[in-house]
């Protein structure tokens, strides 16, 4: 696989100090954080940190002074103890070449170069915590609410270097989706699948994942974030895993659902076709200047149709989507950013549009182009919500409670792609695992045929 590269790490740098041009911009990368006794956490990079520079180790620094355009990276110096208990560390030169700065100097000289570099300024944007960094300075003010302002509206918009590690993270998350789709069978425990998921993630390099994996089967696949994946798998049940890696921090965010034993029954057709259906409109109508939540209201629209037409939801459609009939069934949003956090900044205040619709959704975004998002809608039958007396009262007239009774033991289907919004053209889907009712069969055929041959010969 050939990997990106790092040469877009300066550009944003350069976009960062355009935008806050009259103050010497710091920013601390992240610590170890101690899991319990002497064990740490794996580590893992500050997003911001991570955007601007591509340095995924603890302990470093960034100064960029923008009237002189400067940026200085600070590494930490391998001592005796981290070479004999760790190993070593990449060298000034290594830095760099490797991550395009001006300057590369260990941590020692944090001080001196900001003392250096401050000539000339007041402001400084700055986080808090870098407070003790700037004690030795003369008088100063410190911005860090600017900064996180800044770092949000940039983080938003993702430039091409970025979507190429979200294509990395996509191609190998979504190649590990199928992979478990071929070898899941009923009578498996929910973590073999995670095992499949995670390990082939691992074996193309990819050792962390954007958030903890869901394998849900049956039943469980009505708690959305379920991820005990304790259970059994059993024939009959389908396989909701929503499970995405990240590549030098970026995540891929993907949820599959698919049959233990490799075929759809005729109920769970009726139930995924549905939600397929509200998955591939809302995709296809992302394009720049849509709002997030008429997007929103567009997927509960079909779904409430779809639920209708099965005999689970009565009256008109509009209706049931005010009165909160639909979000008994599909309780989440349809979208959210994605980026260097599964659940990526959403573009700084200037980008929160109040919300046309009736409907309260927790993104309420215009779409631009350069947005990666999450596509995601999905039908539960959650029995805490079903059989609650108070709920079974309120809705009766729009929920068809005895037609729901078939549906108890369903659990749910949830499909989810990750889109790039382009300024011409259709939305990019970044995910390429198949989800047409057919090929996902044919997916699951494909992997017992295979095991079958391996048997034989
Ligand atoms: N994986 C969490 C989500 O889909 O938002
Ligand atoms: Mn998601
Ligand atoms: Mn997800």
């Avoid at 059994?232 to 698919?258: C, H, P, Q, W």
């Avoid at 309420?364 to 059989?387: D, H, N, Q, W």
Wanted: aromatic residues 8%; glycine residues 8%; hydrophobic residues 35%.
């Amino acid at each position: 696989m050939n990997l990106p590269s790092f040469k877009h790490y300066s550009q944003i740098r350069q976009f960062l100090a355009q935008r806050l041009p009259d103050g010497l911009i710091l920013l601390k990368g992240g610590n170890p954080i101690v899991r319990n006794g002497d064990v740490e956490y794996p580590f893992r990079q500050q997003s911001d940190f991570l955007y601007l520079s591509g340095f995924e180790e603890p302990g470093a620094w960034i100064l960029i002074d923008p009237k002189r355009k400067k940026d200085v990276l600070f590494i930490p110096k391998a001592d005796e103890h981290h070479l004999v208990w760790i190993g070593t560390l990449p060298t000034l030169e290594e830095s760099r070449k490797r991550y395009g700065f001006s300057k590369v100097c260990y941590q020692d000289d944090l001080k001196s170069e900001i003392k250096k570099s401050f000539n000339g300024y007041r402001k400084i944007y700055a986080p808090k915590e870098a407070k003790d960094e700037l004690k030795h300075l003369g008088r100063h003010s410190i911005f860090p609410e600017d900064l996180r302002e800044a770092l949000e509206e940039l983080r938003a918009v993702k430039i091409p270097g970025e979507i190429e590690l979200l294509k990395v993270s996509n191609r190998v998350s979504g190649d590990a989706h199928i992979e478990v789709m071929r070898q899941t069978r009923p009578g498996q425990y929910e973590y073999e699948a995670q095992a499949v998921f995670e390990s082939e993630c691992l074996k193309s390099g990819l050792s962390s994942l954007g958030y903890p994996s869901i394998v849900a089967t049956g039943k469980n696949a009505a708690v959305l974030h379920y991820n005990k994946n304790s259970d059994k798998i059993k024939d009959g049940d389908l396989v909701l895993i929503d499970a995405g890696a990240e590549f030098r921090g970026y995540s891929a965010d993907i949820t599959r659902t698919f049959p233990a034993n490799g075929r759809f029954t005729r109920q769970q057709r009726d139930i995924y076709s549905i939600v397929l259906e509200a998955q591939k409109k809302s995709i296809s109508s992302a394009r720049p200047g849509a709002l997030s939540a008429e997007l929103h209201v567009l997927s509960m629209r079909i779904i409430a149709e779809g639920l209708k037409s099965l005999g689970i939801l009565k009256g008109e459609v509009d209706g049931l989507i005010e009165n909160g009939a639909v979000r008994v069934f599909y309780p989440h949003g349809l979208t959210h950013m994605l980026g260097l956090d599964v659940h990526d900044v959403i573009g700084g205040k200037k980008r929160c549009v109040p919300n046309p619709t009736k409907v309260p959704v927790r993104f309420s975004a215009k779409l631009e182009a350069g947005f990666v998002i999450t596509m995601e809608p999905g039908i539960y039958f959650i029995r805490f919500l079903l059989e609650n007396p108070k709920i079974q009262e309120k809705m009766k007239a729009q929920i068809n409670f005895k037609a729901v009774k078939n549906f108890l033991h369903f659990g749910g289907i949830r499909i989810e792609d990750d889109i790039l919004i382009r300024s011409v053209g259709a939305a990019l889907n970044l995910t390429h695992v198949p989800k047409e009712i057919n090929d996902i069969e044919r997916i699951c055929a494909e992997g017992r045929e295979f095991e079958n041959r391996k048997k034989r010969f």
